[in-house]
């Protein structure tokens, strides 16, 4: 059976109705996190829900409410450009917490770069005892 | 039903939006600021999203891809500079 053309519309509507709220929940639970979580690579983790997951719902609802296909390419777009700087900045915030030290270390399951500072740290050591050799 | 999801989500968005600013306002580092400040930014690109998808148009769209770059250059200027500042007392 075919859906005639209101019965579509309005399935169509709901859907998208129910991307926006989604979406906006995204929002909240970011800002959830932001207040209750500890310190700033778990509030990172809260942060990055309505940049991605919650950009994306709200496009889709978008591109769902203006009923035209030529924008979805457009919408897809706008997203990956989203998808490409977020990676970035959040790797420099986590970068510049992890050097100045705003982590709670006990939080940590797994610290895999704290063997490489440690490798690093002993490599320059020995190269500032040879400097002083000479 | 699109006026009901409206004033459903600009209740949502607003209450996330008080929830960030109070992160930006008590937020002990410089860092925890300029996320709760990108989460604010996010929150913005989803109202001007909802406004779009409500009243079926495009005008927002360049505006939501300028705040993106914005919040992009923004966070990754200040990372930057946190590091470079707190790494100079250490060397010297």
């Given at each position: 059976m075919i859906p005639d053309a209101g019965t579509l519309d309005a399935v169509i509507d709901g859907l998208s109705a129910v991307f926006m709220v989604v979406g906006a929940l995204m929002s909240l639970a970011a800002a959830v996190g932001l207040l209750r979580f500890p310190d700033l690579l778990s509030r990172m983790h809260a942060a990055t829900k309505p940049q991605v997951l919650g950009l994306f719902l709200l496009l889709a609802a978008m591109g769902l409410q203006l009923?035209?296909?030529?924008v979805w390419p457009v919408l897809l777009v706008a997203w990956i450009f989203q998808l490409l700087t977020v990676p970035v900045s959040a790797h420099m915030v986590g970068r510049a917490g992890y050097r100045t030290k705003h982590l709670h270390r006990e939080l940590l399951s797994t610290d895999e770069l704290e063997a490489v500072v440690q490798k690093a740290a002993a490599k320059a050591a020995r190269e500032d005892s040879s400097d002083g050799g000479h | 039903m699109m006026q009901t999801v409206l004033a459903v989500t600009a209740v949502i968005l607003s209450l996330a939006a008080a929830g960030a600013i109070i992160r930006i306002a008590r937020g002990p580092s410089l860092l925890d600021r300029v996320l709760a400040s990108d989460v604010l930014l996010a929150i913005l690109g989803a109202a001007l999203c909802i406004d779009m998808a409500v009243n079926r148009h495009l005008d927002n769209l360049m505006l939501l891809v300028a705040l993106s770059v914005i919040g992009f250059i923004g966070s990754v200027t200040v990372a930057r500079f946190v590091a470079d500042r707190r790494e100079q007392p250490r060397d010297s």
């Amino acid at each position: 059976m075919i859906p005639d053309a209101g019965t579509l519309d309005a399935v169509i509507d709901g859907l998208s109705a129910v991307f926006m709220v989604v979406g906006a929940l995204m929002s909240l639970a970011a800002a959830v996190g932001l207040l209750r979580f500890p310190d700033l690579l778990s509030r990172m983790h809260a942060a990055t829900k309505p940049q991605v997951l919650g950009l994306f719902l709200l496009l889709a609802a978008m591109g769902l409410q203006l009923r035209t296909w030529w924008v979805w390419p457009v919408l897809l777009v706008a997203w990956i450009f989203q998808l490409l700087t977020v990676p970035v900045s959040a790797h420099m915030v986590g970068r510049a917490g992890y050097r100045t030290k705003h982590l709670h270390r006990e939080l940590l399951s797994t610290d895999e770069l704290e063997a490489v500072v440690q490798k690093a740290a002993a490599k320059a050591a020995r190269e500032d005892s040879s400097d002083g050799g000479h | 039903m699109m006026q009901t999801v409206l004033a459903v989500t600009a209740v949502i968005l607003s209450l996330a939006a008080a929830g960030a600013i109070i992160r930006i306002a008590r937020g002990p580092s410089l860092l925890d600021r300029v996320l709760a400040s990108d989460v604010l930014l996010a929150i913005l690109g989803a109202a001007l999203c909802i406004d779009m998808a409500v009243n079926r148009h495009l005008d927002n769209l360049m505006l939501l891809v300028a705040l993106s770059v914005i919040g992009f250059i923004g966070s990754v200027t200040v990372a930057r500079f946190v590091a470079d500042r707190r790494e100079q007392p250490r060397d010297s």
